[in-house]
């Protein structure tokens, strides 16, 4: 079954510090990963994508994420966090199953929130 | 980029009452809406996938007739929340993606619906 696990409930960090926020994934084949961040009361923005090629994907705001297919993983990261990168983080991937590989349908994790503290 | 606007942002509305949420594609087509429900501090849960022109798919467990879902057109999809009661109120949001194998979903901003 197709899944993927953000472990932290929430990730501390210090302005100026890097940041890391940590997803891991199972789908059959190549999978199509996405990060996502939420304000409160908003919908969700999107940040990157990793679809193919170059393993490490940069995306809006600073933030970047490394795909590893090895140990399954597409943590995103930021080298230098700001008070304002405060908000929850959703890692995705495309439902490849259930025939709706064309639609675009996303499986999301349970989401970690992001406290930077100046 | 590919907005997608969503309205209202918020509704309060008395239990037995219906509430219409709109979702629009405002510089793309967007055959294909996915509505989902969040609950504080949990994910977002898929209810439909909407598709334009033909009935919509719902996830298991969400009643059909309760969260009556439109897509008319290439640019517009509707839930209709019938017959609220105080346990449907949760952040509803939209999301669609313009055509091709690997464009991101873009989201509404949501809108929040208390029932009283």
């Known amino acids: 079954a197709q899944s993927v696990a953000q472990p932290e409930d929430q990730v501390n960090v210090a302005e100026g510090n890097p940041l890391t926020v940590k997803c891991t994934y199972s789908?059959?084949?190549?999978?199509?990963l996405f990060w996502y961040v939420q304000y409160p009361n908003r919908g969700l923005q999107f940040l990157l994508k990793y679809i193919t090629g170059d393993n490490l994907v940069k995306g809006s705001y600073g933030f970047e994420a490394e795909f590893n297919k090895s140990q399954t993983s597409f943590h995103l990261k930021k080298p230098s966090a700001l008070v304002s990168d405060s908000a929850l983080y959703f890692c995705?991937?495309?439902?490849?199953?259930?025939?709706?590989?064309?639609?675009?349908?996303?499986?999301f994790g349970q989401g970690t929130t992001l406290q930077v503290k100046p | 980029g590919a907005v997608v606007s969503q309205h209202p942002s918020w509704v309060i509305c008395k239990s037995g009452t219906s509430v219409k949420i709109e979702c629009r594609s405002l510089d793309f087509q967007a055959t294909t809406m996915f509505w989902y429900r969040q609950f504080p501090k949990q994910s977002l849960m898929l209810m439909a996938t909407s598709n334009e022109g033909s009935k919509a798919t719902y996830e298991q467990g969400v009643e059909k007739d309760k969260f009556l879902i439109n897509h008319a057109s290439l640019t517009l999809s509707t839930l209709t929340v019938t017959s609220a009661h105080p346990e449907d109120s949760s952040f509803y949001i939209c999301?669609?993606?313009?055509?091709?194998?690997?464009?991101?979903?873009?989201f509404g901003n949501g809108t929040r619906l208390t029932v009283t």
């Open positions: 999301s669609s993606r313009e055509q091709g194998g690997s464009s991101p979903l873009h």
């Open positions: 995705a991937v495309r439902d490849m199953e259930s025939g709706s590989g064309n639609t675009g349908k996303l499986i």
């Open positions: 789908v059959s084949g190549n999978p199509y």
